[in-house]
């Protein structure tokens, strides 16, 4: 199993604060995904993030995948309490997906 | 859009208990997946199917067996459950087999005395 690292563990912020949400492997990935989820759910994809350098943009959020295929970064813009939730990075390789531990976020009116 | 449907979302079952949780998915996706959420571990995967009445063990697939007699159905089965197995278990399906995007159900609690 590929190990992911998710950092920090916890986030809690003010609405309207920036925030940014790393995970990190010493392996290379094929692609790696984003989910966010909200209590009492299941994690809901966000993004997949597949060439070295890309970059992706959905409404306040940026990902990005570096150059090397061995970390993303997730930041938030403007963060609102919408964005409350645990966030998930997965990477993909040996034809399977492992996942980080997650980010837990809270953003406080 | 893809539904996975989990039967129970809480359960709360005696040590030594047969267990079955069960999934439902109404996209018609070869590849379903169980795993466990625990605090600080993430998810992990304990058994996946990419074909009826195929499987695949996961990372931890002690003390858990599967069935996959239908497409749209994946059993969980904890022959006799522990307290060690008390956790969240997500169901998931995919489109396509490796690394393809999950479409998760909401969860079971499963708690064990």
């Known amino acids: 199993t590929q190990l992911l690292e998710q950092s920090p563990q916890f986030l809690s912020i003010q609405e309207g604060e920036n925030l940014t949400v790393y995970c990190n492997s010493s392996?290379?990935?094929?692609?790696l995904q984003w989910y966010r989820q909200e209590p009492g759910e299941g994690p809901v994809l966000l993004v997949t993030?597949?060439?070295?350098?890309e970059v992706k943009k959905l409404k306040r959020l940026t990902f990005q995948f570096g150059d090397a295929r061995k970390d993303s970064s997730l930041h938030i813009t403007a963060a609102q309490p919408g964005d409350t939730g645990l966030y998930l990075c997965?990477?993909?390789?040996?034809?399977?997906?492992?996942f980080g531990a997650g980010t837990t976020v809270t953003v406080r009116a | 859009d893809v539904k996975v449907t989990q039967s129970s979302r809480y359960l709360v079952k005696r040590t030594g208990e047969k267990v079955f949780l069960e999934c439902v998915q109404d996209?018609?996706?070869?590849?379903m997946f169980w795993y466990r959420q625990d605090p600080g571990l993430g998810l992990r995967l304990i058994y996946f199917s990419y074909d009826v009445k195929m499987k695949e063990k996961g990372d931890i697939p002690e003390g858990y067996s599967v069935s996959r007699e239908k497409k749209e159905r994946f059993s969980l089965i904890l022959e006799s459950a522990s307290t060690n197995q008390t956790s969240m278990y997500l169901c998931?399906?995919?489109?396509?087999?490796?690394?393809?995007?999950?479409?998760f159900g909401n969860g079971t609690r499963l708690t064990v005395t």
């Open positions: 993030v597949v060439t070295g350098g």
């Open positions: 996209m018609d996706h070869e590849n």
């Open positions: 997965a990477g993909e390789g040996d034809y399977k997906l492992s």
């Open positions: 392996s290379v990935f094929s692609s």
């Open positions: 998931a399906s995919s489109l396509y087999a490796g690394g393809s995007p999950l479409h």
